[in-house]
């Protein structure tokens, strides 16, 4: 990898969005923070908020992704050192009903 230790990663699903304004926070980062973005939460569509905020990306850096795996980082809230409230967005089954059915089958 050509990453060095001071850079940030973020660690996301495919389908969350952090807000653009959220991520000026992360200048803010020292080297054995994880900061957490929230998202809120649409299903269907995007009329359809499921919940206001959930738990979404996360943001550290490599010097500690490293030493660490995804897993632990996503997975152990006892990690995160700030919350971001700035809302993303996390769509979940979203592009109609075949796209669901695919989603599910696989």
């Known amino acids: 990898t050509e990453c060095t230790d001071d850079d940030?990663?973020?660690?996301?699903?495919?389908?969350?969005?952090?807000?653009?304004?959220?991520?000026?926070?992360?200048?803010?980062?020292?080297?054995?923070?994880?900061?957490?973005?929230?998202?809120?939460?649409?299903?269907?569509?995007?009329?359809?908020?499921?919940?206001?905020?959930?738990?979404g990306t996360k943001s550290v850096k490599y010097g500690l992704l490293k030493n660490n795996t995804i897993y632990t980082i996503r997975k152990n809230h006892k990690l995160v050192t700030k919350i971001v409230d700035k809302y993303g967005w996390h769509l979940s089954f979203m592009g109609g009903i075949d796209r669901i059915i695919s989603k599910i089958e696989s």
Do not use: A, C, Q
């Open 8 to 55: 940030v990663i973020l660690i996301s699903d495919v389908d969350e969005f952090p807000h653009p304004e959220s991520l000026s926070e992360l200048t803010k980062m020292k080297e054995n923070d994880v900061f957490e973005l929230r998202h809120r939460f649409f299903y269907y569509k995007l009329n359809l908020l499921k919940s206001e905020y959930i738990t």
